[in-house]
């Protein structure tokens, strides 16, 4: 195996990472390559990715990101493009047409978890969790 130093940036992430250099005038790529990261594993979060581990087994993909620059050297700038401009078309399709039809998809097995807590009829707390859903629909 390579040592991290040798090895290769995601090609995607540092054609972003450029492309944000580029547009703030900033030649550090150190603080955008943070950013990209954070932002591919948001992403990657909200899709419920999991990583199977040998030791643990499987874990949910979450990130942790401190990211300190300078002032003037396009922090806000850089994150609004990648939110309005990256992940927004993403984010907006996501929310409003593949979660609501995963969790539709989803409610038979909570709705029997959930009936088995509290002691009640499976087709009852069913009933209850598509109601729930439909009220929490986005518009």
């Known amino acids: 195996m390579k040592a991290v130093h ?12 450029k492309v944000l250099c580029e547009k703030t005038q900033n030649d550090n ?3 955008f390559r943070v950013l990209t990261s954070y932002y591919f594993g948001l992403v990657a979060a909200m899709m419920r990715v999991q990583i199977v581990t040998h030791d643990r087994g499987t874990i949910p993909v979450n990130i942790y990101a401190l990211n300190l620059s300078t002032s003037g050297s396009g922090k806000g700038f ?18 409003s047409e593949v979660f609501p039809g995963m969790a539709l998809q989803n409610l038979p097995v909570l709705a029997n ?10 087709d009852d ?10 009220l929490m629909a986005p518009c």
């Open 29 to 31: 790529p150190l603080f």
């Open 113 to 122: 978890t959930r009936a088995i807590k509290k002691g009640v009829d499976p």
């Open 6 to 17: 040798e090895m290769d940036y995601n090609p995607w992430s540092e054609g972003l990472v």
């Open 78 to 95: 850089s994150t609004n493009i990648i939110e309005n401009s990256v992940i927004h078309g993403f984010k907006e399709r996501f929310l």
């Open 125 to 134: 707390e069913l009933a209850v969790s598509r109601r729930n859903s439909l």
